[in-house]
């Protein structure tokens, strides 16, 4: 979901105030956010009785948005540490090389 997408409880003056809590970087990953590069998330998503409430939201990069999707918070950092053990364990960073990636801890 966009940040220009409207949620009930959420409002300009809130998701301003949410991105300074953030220090203006996305949520999950860290990095810097661009308002035309945000999405907003529902940490425990609606299918499963999230709300829209300021509280279960959160600024993210869509990609992580995506990537989530209808996991919960706590579903998606398990995935994501699972993949990376075991990318870890294999040795194998040739991925690096293909996909380009810049993110936390590859500066």
């Known amino acids: 979901m966009s940040m220009r997408t409207a949620i009930r409880s959420v409002n300009r003056k809130s998701l301003e105030q949410k991105l300074k809590d953030q220090s203006f970087r996305c949520a999950l990953t860290g990095e810097e956010l661009q308002p035309a590069l945000s999405s907003l998330d529902h940490i425990n998503p609606k299918c499963i009785g999230g709300d829209d409430e300021i509280s279960n ?3 993210v990069l869509p990609c ?3 990537a989530k999707g209808t ?3 706590e579903q998606f950092v398990a995935m994501c540490h699972a993949v990376a053990k ?3 364990d294999s040795g194998d ?3 690096v090389e ?3 990636y810049k993110g936390v801890g590859d500066e």
Do not use: A, K, L
Request: no cysteine; aromatic share 12%.
């Open 57 to 59: 939201v959160q600024i």
């Open 64 to 66: 992580v948005n995506r």
């Open 71 to 73: 996991m919960t918070q």
């Open 86 to 88: 075991t990318v870890e």
């Open 93 to 95: 960073r040739s991925w």
């Open 98 to 100: 293909w996909t380009g």
